[in-house]
């Protein structure tokens, strides 16, 4: 079996082997698209992105009649991206004021667009404010006494949902679980402050309160979690219709939902994360007498992971002797800190020569310093030689949007391919982007 057939599931759709012998995606020859953009290269296949888009809509609208598809903006955000998903009808959460730029800058339908995070600044929230954001997502006191104060002196009634804490262990990396009791994030039920938080909502002219919202973490393989926060949602719900009048026009649960990494990792597919949510929800509004709610789900990772492909040139190797070869690329954690973050783990192939059938054990490390800079530990590839091109599939998701300048690092630049086209849609940086912001002689 040639590489683009073991790794079909981590590749983009439209991923095959050219008549040069070469990966294409987008039926653009990777290796072309390396010599010609440069490496480190992300490459994003549309056709891979539209699809995870309508794939979201379709599965949950089957199921619910109203349901708001949110892609979440911190798996990655470019101008592109966010045009894609205004022409395939997402809405799109933010967590800063900078994610908002970027969906402001192509004119994204501000009523779909989220306002999260768990330190909104003041002056962050006047620019959701002015941009007309359609739902903030308050998540402790501080913001909800500042949010209320905002929005009566821009003259608005802000709609807003509550982040809350359910106390469900969505068993992922302990960095990447946010439902859990002990979280920065989100107003806990067990604890009585979800209720306060209603409470005082309630009370404030500015504000008008649709609904709750929970982010359990990511990414979830299993579906019970989802199952397990949605049933003490709709209890809490329930309680606060009986107490304080409240009625749940909206129930947004989060993201989370796996994408695959490895090909002998498969996630859910999006049907049975919509089955088991649509499910719950029914199943709980009846047990409470509830009003069926909108639904919003928030997909990052799902939507950009598998669509995204980094390419990287191979430099220098090292052998340690009974130990193990060390190859390294011309990037690592500046642009993709995952493994180092997460221990997260990829697959690679040879874009050059998919179909060489030899395998040997290699350590593909970047070139950063830090011995912790690997992006794949004990990989099986072909033996590497130097200029060999490196692809890593399903990286699409948290690396571009992570990317630093450690080490002075340019980050890379990014193209969407698709029918034999490659748009150019962030250029790589250059030393002079480095200096930029460096004032010397000081002011
Ligand atoms: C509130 C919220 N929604 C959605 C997401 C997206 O998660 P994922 O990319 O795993 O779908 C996150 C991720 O941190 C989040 O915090």
């Known amino acids: 079996m040639d590489a683009v057939e073991e790794l079909r599931d981590v590749l983009p759709l439209t991923a095959a082997v050219n008549g040069a012998g070469h990966l294409a995606i987008g039926g653009c020859d990777a290796v072309a698209l390396a010599q010609r953009f440069g490496t480190p290269l992300y490459v994003f296949d549309e056709e891979t992105l539209r699809h995870m888009c309508r794939a979201f809509r379709q599965e949950f609208s089957a199921r619910h009649p109203d349901v708001q598809v949110v892609y979440a903006c911190k798996a990655y955000i470019g101008r592109a991206l966010a045009a894609l998903l205004m022409e395939e ?16 800058s192509v004119g994204f339908p501000p009523e779909g667009i989220y306002f999260h995070g768990n330190n909104k600044s003041e002056s962050e929230l006047r620019e959701a404010l002015a941009y007309g954001v359609g739902q903030v997502v308050a998540d402790n006191f501080h913001e909800l006494g500042l949010l209320s ?34 979280s920065k994030f989100g107003f806990p039920i067990a604890t009585g402050q979800a209720e306060e938080a209603v409470r005082r909502a309630l009370a404030s002219p500015s504000l008008e309160l649709v609904g709750f919202h929970f982010h359990l973490g990511s990414p979830i393989f299993e579906l019970d979690p989802y199952r397990q926060a949605i049933a003490m949602v709709l209890a809490f719900a329930a309680e606060m219709r009986e107490r304080h ?3 749940l026009r909206e129930l947004s649960v989060g993201g989370g939902f796996a994408a695959q990494y490895l090909p002998q990792e498969p996630p859910p597919p999006v049907a049975e994360y919509a089955e088991a949510i649509v ?20 997909p990052g990772r799902a939507i950009v992971a598998r669509a995204g492909v980094a390419l990287y040139t191979v430099g220098a190797w090292k052998d340690v002797p009974g130990v193990r070869r060390y190859v390294s690329v011309d990037g690592g954690m500046a642009d993709n800190i995952r493994p180092a973050l997460y221990g997260a783990r ?5 874009a050059n020569r ?28 072909p033996p590497l030689e130097p200029g060999d091109v490196l ?3 399903a990286a699409g998701a948290y690396a571009p949007a992570m990317a630093s300048n450690y080490n002075a690092a340019l980050r890379p630049a990014i193209v969407f391919v698709r029918d034999g086209q490659a748009r150019l849609v962030r250029r790589r940086e250059r030393y002079d982007d480095l200096l930029r912001c460096e004032l010397w002689p000081p002011e």
Do not use: I
């Not at 990829?346 to 040879?350: F, H, K």
């Open 89 to 104: 009808g997402l809405g799109a959460d933010v967590v800063s004021g900078g994610e908002l730029a970027f969906l402001a």
């Open 149 to 182: 104060r905002l929005a009566a002196e821009a003259g608005r009634r802000q709609r807003l949902l509550l982040r809350l804490s359910p106390g469900v262990d969505p068993h992922t990396h302990a960095k990447t679980a946010t439902g859990v009791l002990d």
């Open 245 to 247: 009048g409240l009625e």
């Open 279 to 298: 499910l719950s929800l029914r199943e709980g509004c009846r047990r409470h007498g509830l009003p069926l709610p909108r639904l919003s789900v928030e």
């Open 346 to 350: 990829y697959s690679a192939l040879v």
């Open 354 to 381: 998919p179909l060489d059938g030899r395998r040997e054990r290699v350590t593909v490390a970047g070139k950063f310093c830090e011995s912790g800079d690997v992006l794949l530990w004990d990989a099986e590839l």
């Open 391 to 393: 692809a890593v599939p």
